[in-house]
Structures are given as C-alpha cells and as structure tokens.
C-alpha cells in the first residue's frame, strides 16, 4: 500500500472491469431489443391456425389490406386485431412485471421480492371480485368495469400501505414489507369471504381472473396502458444509479450520497401503481416479476442501469412467447399462462443456477 | 487551525439510556482523532452522528457551521466520507463496482462512469491493494478483502474529512499497519481530516494526533495520547490495570495487557 504515492493518478482505462464497458451494454440491450422483436414477429404465426411467415410478412407490410377480408375472418384481421393486441399486452405486463421485481428486491434488499409482495396485487384482485360479484358490465375507454375496478382498488391499497409504513417522512423498509404482507392477509381474507358468498359462476369467473390471463384488452386501452407502462419503465430506469446505492442499506447508501427516503418514496410509488396497472388488466401471473430480475441478474450482473432495462425487455418477451404458447399448446383450448411461466422460466432457472454453481466451485 | 466539526453539549439515546450524552467536542481542520473508551461506550454512535446518520436528541453537531441536520446528504457526502465497522453487500457486485460507487456525488444525471472516475476509483484500489480483485464479487472476498474494498469506496469519494469506525478489524498485522500509514499520508499531502474510532490502543496511540476517551457516553479525557493515556484512567474507562512504558522508536505511550488471571468458581458455580 505504502508503495503507491497518495497524489500519483492511474491510468483510465477500463480493462479492469470489462463488465462496465459502454460496448457491452450497447451490445447487450442491443440483442435484447432485436429478440424482442424476432420474438414478436415469430409469435404472431400462432394461434388457432398457424400463418406461415411469408403470408405474415405480406400481412405486417400492408396493413391497408386488413378489413377487405371476404368470407370468414381474413388472416390479416387475425394478426391485427386478435394476436398483435394481444401480444403487445403480454409484452407490456411482462417488462412491467420484471422491471417492478428489480426494482422491489433492492428496495426491499429481498431477494425473494416480487410485484405481488407487498398486498398492492391483492388489492386489485380486491376490485375485481366486488366487481364480478355485482355483475359490472360497463367499460369505460377500452377497459371493462373488473379492469378499472381492479385499478382503483390498487391506488387505494397503495394508499392504505403507505399510510401504514411512512413514519415522520422514512419508509422503514422491514415496516413496508411487514405492512405489505398484513395487508395481502386481510385483502385475501376479504376475497374468500366475498367468494363463499357468491355463486358459483362468478366464483369460478373470479377463480380464472385471478390465475392470470391476457385475453381482454383493445386498442383503446392499450394505448393508455402502454402510456403508463413507458413512463413507469422509464422513471425506474432512471433510478438505476440510485438503485445500486439502495440496495447497499440505508446508512451506506446515504453515506455515499443518497438522499435515501425520497429515492424510497419514488420507488415505491412507481413500483406499485405498475402493480396496480398490470394486475388490473392481467390478473396475477406469476413466476415473471421473480424470476426474470434474477436470470438477468446471473448473466448480465446486478448494476441496475443496465439491469433495469434488460430485464424489462426480457420480461416482456418471455411473456408474449409463454401466452402465445398457452394459446396454441391445446388449440382451441387455451391454458393458463401462469402454468407457462413457471413450467418454463422453472427448470431454466434451475439450469442457471446449477452452471453458476459449477463456475463457483472452479 | 480552523474547526472543522463543533458537538456542543450532543445527546443522544436510541431508547431510554442516553448512549451519549452532554458530548462537547471540536476538531481542527487537518488533524488525525482518535476516538477511544470501553465497549458501549459510544464511540460508534458519535461516528455517526458526525456523519449525519443519527440525529441527537439534544444538542448541535455543527460541521463548518452548519448543523449537519440541515445538509442535504447529497453535499454531506462530498465533505464526509464514512467506513463503517461492518458492511453487506446482498447483490454480487463486484469490488471494481463498488469502489466506483464512490464516485456517486460528482456524477450527474444517468451516471455514466467518466474517465475521471475510472483513474480515481482505480487509484483507490491501488492504495488499498485491491486493484487485482477488481472483477471479483464481494461476497468472494475475504474479511479484510472486504475491509479494504470499504475503505477504497471512501477513497474514491475524495472527501476532505474521513471518518472510520475500527478500520484496521479482521486486518492482518501489515495491514493494519498500512491502513494507519495511508492516513497519515492523507493527512499531509491532501490534509485530510481523520477521525478514527479504534479498540487499538497502540495504534492510537502510535497514530493519532489527540485522542477522545470516552467512558459511559461521556468524554473523559481529551488531549495528545500521553496525556489521556494512562494507568489511572484506563483503569476508570476500561476497569482493568495495565501496564504503560514508551514505544521504543515512537516514544509514544506503549499498552501492555497484564497477565490474565484465572478466575476460580467463575465458570463452575
């Protein structure tokens, strides 16, 4: 140590961290954002009937000839109006899902966080019941009364939980995670009470809302969804800096800098009403919000500015690929997608884990 | 010299015992303090309410006279670097990534890593010998490893004043020595503040420009380690008898434990 003069500079370059290097993350959002959209594209050849690439190329490139379909329903009306909705969907609940797991797991400094973790979920699933229990068939800009009920209960759980955890301006974060699962217990409590007390088609309508499922969303209301979800997506990406400090603990993040309880406020607040967003228009699909921060994680490492937005993209194409193969596995039938996401994203993670553990031992 | 930090009349207590109370205290611009006394004797909390992590219940921490309550973190960290005694890191960053971390106060907006950073990070690790582990997580490190990577992270962030709880813990004996050579050198080539909490009585002594003793949250003794350190008050702060002669290059007070007695009918009631 003494061998190195205190005043002498080193040379700046940065052969000593090649994880750092601005060309490896070009490079890797780079693949990232091409595989979403191969993975898209691949995607919208199935379904019902498969719709062989070069038709679809024809279909994509001219989007005029959607409605002069004759007979039946025309292919190019299948891609437009039935899978690409519904695709963008999965891709916008995935990368939400993803990016709110990141961002929880280093505010919670949990690795086992997930969106659904701190009650805002159960919230909306909260709306939801009442809403199918009462028979609401209105819509209001693109989204069902379950949807916008399903919404609303979230922004109050939200609410409720902050109210709970906020002392003089701290969010003590063992408080939060505390409130969190209290309230997923009550929520939970009140669900099943209003399921013993309704019939058994709303019970079962309820018991399918909340196993997850992708199928109800147009134009309209994705639009307003994708609004949101780019601007939440962006507000946590752009919270990746202060993320890596966070996830060090209060102290040594506020000791480097930080100004810990602002940056907490901003987290849980966008984290929750992306919750609150994707569980109104998605149910509760699992398996992404969890498992897909961690994969990322294992391969790209845990700097959140680049951690953040892989794992959204990923999250999103993962999704759109585990709905569509929930779709077409059984055709006609259609298979919960949660059943998807853990099947698959299951043993790869244990494949992950395994090969990490093989590099550790030598 | 100036005063770089002013306690006046500092208390402060998590719940009902004061763990410090009516603590006044300066210290200059420039000069290396040591902080001194028995466990519990709330060495770690005045380190912390110097660097604003605590807030006292009664009294002023002034730092350049402001009160350190009122200062953003944000310019609190480019006056105050802190290290401290134990630290976790839950995600495997690495020891380069962290070190890195840093440089957190003179970065802007998405934070990029600039050149500056790099050479200033890279230069830490060399001072604390963990540039070779750059790319290493922290978690396969060793407890010294990990030590050094801290005190690297509060290199990097070049502030004017360091603060260190037990810096040279979990360190082997060269290291430990380095660590106090390195602070020392800090001190007089940028005139780095230091204010070091340390069990080592020798080290302190050795080191350190004044001491603090302090004894049940209170100081006890302030002043050049020769004066604080002595049979008589470490036998009141620390309630045991020691033996003190002078270092014999130093000059300095030297500490030496007496022999352990055997306790009979302690263990074997």
Redesign the interface.
Known sequence: ??G?P?????????S?????T?RRRVRALTVLVAAALIGVVLCLQYGVERIPLPELARILLAPGAATDSAAGVSPAVIVWEVRLPRLLLAFLVGASLAAVGVALQ?LL?N?LADPYILGISSGAALGAALALQFGLAWAIGGFTAVQLCAFIFAAATIGVIYRIAVADGRIPVQTLLLAGVIINAILSALILFITSLSDSTSAFRLFFWLMGSLATLGYDGLGALAAIVLVGIGVLC?Q??NL??L???D??A???????ERVKRVIFITTALLTGAAVAVSGLIGFVGMIVPHAV?MVL???H?LLLPASALVGGTFLAVADTVARSLLAPAELPVGVITALCGGPFFIYLLMSHRKEAIG | MDACYQLRDVGFRYAQPWVLEGCSLDVSEGEILGVVGANGSGKTSLL?LM???LRPQKGRVCLHGSDVATL???E???L???V?QE????????V??LV???R??H?RG????S??D??IA??A?????V?HL??RTFQALSGGERHRTVIA?ALA?HTPILLLDEPTAFLDLK?QI??Y??LK??NR??HVTVVVVSHDLNLASQYCDRLLLLHEGRPYRTGPPKDVLTVEHLRVTYGCEVLIDAHPATGTPRITLPRAEARPHLISQ
Do not use: C, Y
Not at chain 2, 87 to 94: A, C, E, H, K, N
Not at chain 2, 110 to 113: I, K, P, R, T, V
């Open positions: 140590m003494m190195v205190i005043l002498a500079t080193a040379p700046a370059d940065m000593f961290l090649p994880a750092l601005a280093a400094r690795p752009a990746g800096r890596n400090l996830s060090l603990g102290d040594p506020q000791g480097l800098g930080l100004d810990v994680r490492g845990p700097d500015r | 912390k660097a604003g992590l953003p973190p944000l609190m960290a480019r105050v670097a802190l401290p630290s976790q890191v839950l995600f495997p960053f690495t380069g990534e890195l971390m840093g957190f106060v970065q998405w934070g990029w890593e050149g500056d790099l050479r890279r230069h690790m060399r001072i604390m010998e540039d750059a790319t992270r962030q290291h380095d660590i050579g390195v050198e800090l080539e940028r």
